[in-house]
């Protein structure tokens, strides 16, 4: 078989799968919802004052633009987000799954974090992960061109220090590098931000 026709095949393979997952997603959406908060109420009743609490969370968002923290990965269309957290203690599991909204795959986002120093004036989180973000692409075989996906591959990686000044304003950075698994890809990449938090104002 041709170079050209197994690679097209195996990007055909992963998008059958692909919206496989998304079906099944789509079909059970309540369902899913269920299980998250029957989960979490039954994680929250089984702890104790002497146990390191476990947690499972999710959260199903619309947007109408598909914005991403690094323009590259921005899909600027609507699109569909999937959250979900479980984890123990300092650790969790935070996957990040997006569609757009006619169905076909944006991103898929595995997030590990971990918090290093959890203090009264000082936190200090850090994260992994390996991320699949989807592109639709145009390619010609004998003539005739065929509109395919492809998958680009990248691991990244965060930091997040957060320094408490008061009870009132947190001062932190949010740091997130990134290293694409394919030639083709942006190699070395990074964001840096500041951020400022305010809680606990009283408005009269």
Same mark, same amino acid.
């Given at each position: 078989?041709p170079?050209?026709c197994l690679?097209i095949?195996?990007?055909?393979a992963e998008?059958?799968?692909?919206?496989?997952?998304?079906?099944?997603?789509?079909k059970?959406?309540?369902?899913l919802?269920l299980i998250t908060?029957?989960?979490g109420?039954?994680?929250?009743?089984?702890?104790d004052s002497?146990q390191?609490?476990?947690?499972?969370?999710?959260?199903?968002?619309?947007?109408?633009?598909?914005?991403?923290l690094?323009?590259?990965?921005?899909l600027?269309?609507?699109?569909?987000?999937?959250?979900?957290?479980? $984890?123990?203690g300092k650790l969790?599991?935070?996957?990040?799954?997006?569609? !757009?909204l006619?169905?076909?795959?944006?991103? *898929? #986002? %595995?997030?590990?974090?971990?918090?290093?120093?959890?203090?009264?004036?000082?936190n200090?989180?850090?994260?992994?992960?390996?991320?699949f973000m989807?592109?639709?692409e145009n390619i010609?075989?004998?003539?005739i061109?065929?509109?395919?996906m492809?998958?680009?591959?990248?691991?990244?990686?965060?930091?997040?220090?957060?320094f408490r000044?008061?009870?009132?304003?947190s001062?932190?950075?949010?740091?997130?590098?990134?290293? $694409?698994?394919?030639?083709d890809l942006i190699?070395?990449g990074?964001?840096? !931000?500041?951020r400022?938090?305010?809680?606990? *104002? #009283? %408005?009269?």
């Amino acid at each position: 078989m041709p170079l050209k026709c197994l690679f097209i095949s195996i990007i055909n393979a992963e998008i059958c799968i692909l919206f496989l997952l998304f079906s099944f997603l789509m079909k059970n959406i309540f369902i899913l919802v269920l299980i998250t908060f029957s989960i979490g109420s039954s994680l929250a009743q089984k702890t104790d004052s002497t146990q390191t609490p476990s947690f499972f969370k999710g959260q199903i968002t619309a947007t109408n633009n598909g914005v991403s923290l690094i323009p590259n990965f921005s899909l600027n269309k609507p699109a569909l987000l999937f959250d979900l957290s479980i $984890g123990k203690g300092k650790l969790s599991f935070d996957p990040m799954i997006r569609f !757009a909204l006619n169905g076909k795959p944006w991103a *898929f #986002v %595995f997030w590990w974090r971990y918090k290093l120093i959890s203090g009264k004036k000082f936190n200090m989180g850090l994260g992994a992960h390996p991320a699949f973000m989807f592109r639709t692409e145009n390619i010609s075989t004998g003539g005739i061109t065929k509109e395919v996906m492809t998958t680009q591959r990248y691991v990244a990686w965060e930091a997040s220090p957060t320094f408490r000044m008061n009870q009132n304003v947190s001062l932190g950075l949010y740091y997130i590098g990134s290293h $694409g698994l394919a030639k083709d890809l942006i190699q070395w990449g990074s964001f840096v !931000a500041a951020r400022a938090m305010l809680s606990n *104002f #009283v %408005f009269k």
